[in-house]
Structures are given as structure tokens and as C-alpha cells.
């Protein structure tokens, strides 16, 4: 029988030394780049390049909220209350659209320099 660390290992990818995980963000920039970098502007490619550090910043700080949620939620369903799930998905809603709304006013606030 393997150890847990010997299980993780087996599933670590063979030159990174990473955990697999499907198709990553850096893999769909790299999609975008190579697309973008075929058009032949270099300004379109850096902006691309900005924007898509943009999407996984914002992508990585909000996807914490399912990973945190979904175990209290659970915990709930198992006991059977009722009232405690509902509270916890309530109070993950709440978060979730502050956090859009906060996100929206950053945008509308902050203007661009250029002139598109």
C-alpha cells in the first residue's frame, strides 16, 4: 500500500513536479498570445498580456469563496439543518455581490488613458 505522499507523487505531473489539474490559466494566456501575436501588434499583444494577469487576479481572489462555502454547507446537509445551509449560502450570496459591486466600481472609477 503507498504512503500519501507516494499517492500525490504518482499524480504530480513528470517535469514540473506539480499537481495535474486540468487546463490552467497560463495555458489559456498562452492560447490568447499566440492568437493575439499572430495579428502582428505588438501593443495588442501587451495589452494582452496585462489583461490577462488582470483575469487571473481577479479570478484566483474570488474563486476562494466556493472552496470555503461548500464545506460549511455540506456540514449542514448532513446534519439536516436546514436553517444553518440556507444561512451559509445567504451569507455567500452577500459576499458575492459585494464583492461584484466593489469590483464594478473599481472599473467605472477608474478611466482609461487611452484613447479607444
Known amino acids: 500500500m503507498l504512503v500519501r505522499w507516494q499517492r500525490r507523487r504518482r499524480r504530480a505531473c513528470a517535469h514540473t513536479g506539480r499537481r495535474r489539474r486540468g487546463t490552467s490559466f497560463s495555458q489559456v494566456g498562452a492560447a490568447d498570445v499566440f492568437w493575439v501575436g499572430r495579428m502582428g501588434d505588438t501593443v495588442a499583444l501587451a495589452a494582452q498580456g496585462a489583461a490577462d ?50 469590483g464594478m466600481t473599481l472599473m467605472m472609477t477608474v478611466r482609461s488613458s487611452s484613447p479607444v
Open 53 to 102: 494577469r488582470v483575469f487571473s487576479s481577479a479570478f484566483w481572489t474570488i474563486s476562494f469563496l466556493p472552496s470555503l462555502v461548500t464545506p460549511l454547507v455540506a456540514k449542514a446537509a448532513a446534519t439536516g439543518d436546514r436553517g444553518a445551509m440556507q444561512k451559509q449560502i445567504g451569507e455567500a450570496m452577500f459576499v458575492a455581490v459585494l464583492m461584484g459591486m466593489l
